[in-house]
């Protein structure tokens, strides 16, 4: 079964400063994705990045880069330069695509809560 | 704008009474999913559809029911509510249900059960 594990459930940043979100994960299959979203205090779900297991590079997009290791199961969420607006719940999650049960589901941490303050 | 809507997005009910959120994408994307927010516990997938008329469950289907009539729609119903089904839910699309796939989600339904 797979199993995502993000083991802080909170954290204060300074304005302007660097941050990494923790996530480990367990899965036997060898081909699967890994993603990260944010969910600020008003509800809604935004995709962040995208991480898939055969991917040679850690993947980027803008402020926000993945560090991922393959060999220690590890795909943690760095966000460059805090900004006010990055205070919200930052969830991990990972698709697999070996077993049928697993098959398009996304499989979610519990989440991070990060507060940026000034 | 490509997007995926719920609605209500706010609903308080009673116990017994039926209710169906509605989901709806305009992505022509193939794969749909409900889920279901706890607190400490994440989201957990409810059921999901591969395509028109092909629905399984996820990991808490039990009190759910849905239906995939069109590839557009994806329908989240709820036959007789209990308080333990009180959440935020959230629907969900893809192109196709791979690995490389995002999902991207609707705004989100909050639903409480008296």
């Known amino acids: 079964a797979q199993k995502i594990t993000q083991t802080q459930p909170g954290m204060f940043v300074q304005e302007k400063e660097a941050v990494t979100l923790d996530c480990t994960y367990d899965?036997?299959?060898?081909?699967?994705?890994l993603f990260w979203y944010k969910q600020p205090s008003s509800g809604e779900m935004i995709f962040l990045i995208y991480?898939?297991?055969?991917?040679?590079q850690n993947a980027t997009e803008g402020r926000y880069s993945l560090n991922f290791q393959k060999a220690r199961k590890s795909a943690n969420l760095v966000i460059s330069a805090s900004q006010l607006g990055d205070s919200a719940m930052y969830f991990c999650?990972?698709?697999?695509?070996?077993?049928?049960?697993?098959?398009?589901?996304?499989?979610f941490g519990a989440g991070t809560q990060v507060v940026v303050t000034p | 704008e490509a997007q995926v809507t719920q609605n209500p997005r706010y609903l308080i009910t009673v116990t017994g009474k039926k209710l169906t959120v509605t989901c709806s994408q305009n992505?022509?994307?193939?794969?749909m999913s409900w889920y279901r927010q706890d607190p400490g516990l994440g989201l957990r997938q409810i059921y999901y559809?591969?395509?028109?008329?092909?629905?399984d469950k996820g990991d808490v289907p039990e009190g759910y029911k849905v239906s995939r009539k069109e590839k557009r729609n994806f329908p989240l119903i709820l036959e007789s509510p209990s308080p333990n089904q009180t959440s935020l839910y959230f629907c969900?699309?893809?192109?196709?249900?791979?690995?490389?796939?995002?999902?991207?989600f609707g705004p989100g339904t909050r639903l409480t059960v008296l």
């Open positions: 969900a699309s893809s192109l196709a249900g791979g690995p490389t796939d995002t999902q991207y």
């Open positions: 899965t036997s299959d060898q081909s699967y994705g």
């Open positions: 991480q898939g297991s055969y991917d040679e």
């Open positions: 999650a990972m698709r697999g695509m070996a077993r049928r049960d697993s098959w398009g589901k996304l499989q």
């Open positions: 992505m022509n994307h193939e794969y």
């Open positions: 559809s591969m395509n028109v008329e092909v629905t």
